[in-house]
């Protein structure tokens, strides 16, 4: 009777988590394209954004760790308490980074003159770290999308309390989560310089 519950709860949410893994990503991609200034929204662009959600990134990364080692304490109401922190930073991060690309130009790494093309004065200027740039960059993006049916998964078998199952996905989950994380402080690190001032 004890193994039907943890089965049921997670098929029930399988479902949701698979359209709201698929859901999210578009809905970036989507609202990444929309500049409101294009349908007559007189806005200003939210400029003090990035370095708070690269912020918001770091504590996360912080959050993760710290959870780890509260579960290896066998400190399991932390354990849950931090990830849940962590999931609900990674909602504000999403909102923020969505919000800013909304009202601002993207910014092109190496744009020294800001003005949203890469000569070939400044390609040579910024030279290899573009590519390394980039590799972070794409790794970041394709794992965060990934991730996303990860935590929910692995969260949805922690409260059904099959943790057998919720360790088994975590060893997996944890890693690349926390690259997420640490790589969206690099991103912004990296390009931060290059934002119009």
Known sequence: MSNTKPTT?????????????????????????????????DVEPLSFLPPIY????????????AAVMAIKKGNRKLHERLMTFAIACSVVFLVMYVAYHMTAE????????????????????????????????????????????MVL????????EQ????????????????YVAVTGVVVYLMISPYYAH
């Not at 190496?110 to 590519?131: C, P, W």
């Not at 360790?167 to 890693?175: C, D, G, Q, V, Y």
Request: charged share 15%; no cysteine.
């Open 9 to 41: 709860l997670e098929s029930k949410f399988k479902g949701s988590i698979i359209a709201v893994s698929i859901i999210i990503p578009i809905a970036v991609a989507v609202l990444f394209s929309v500049k409101l200034k294009d349908f007559g929204f």
């Open 54 to 65: 690269a912020g918001i990134n770091g504590l996360t990364a912080v959050l993760l760790v």
């Open 106 to 149: 993207s910014v092109k790494f190496g744009d020294t003159n800001f003005n949203g093309n890469l000569d070939e004065a400044e390609k040579a200027a910024v030279g290899s770290i573009r590519y390394l740039y980039y590799f972070i960059l794409l790794t970041h993006i394709t794992l965060s999308v990934i991730i996303i049916p």
């Open 163 to 178: 943790f057998d199952k919720h360790k088994k996905l975590a060893k997996i989950t944890f890693p690349i989560w926390l």
């Open 153 to 160: 998964f692995t969260y949805v078998r922690a409260l059904a």
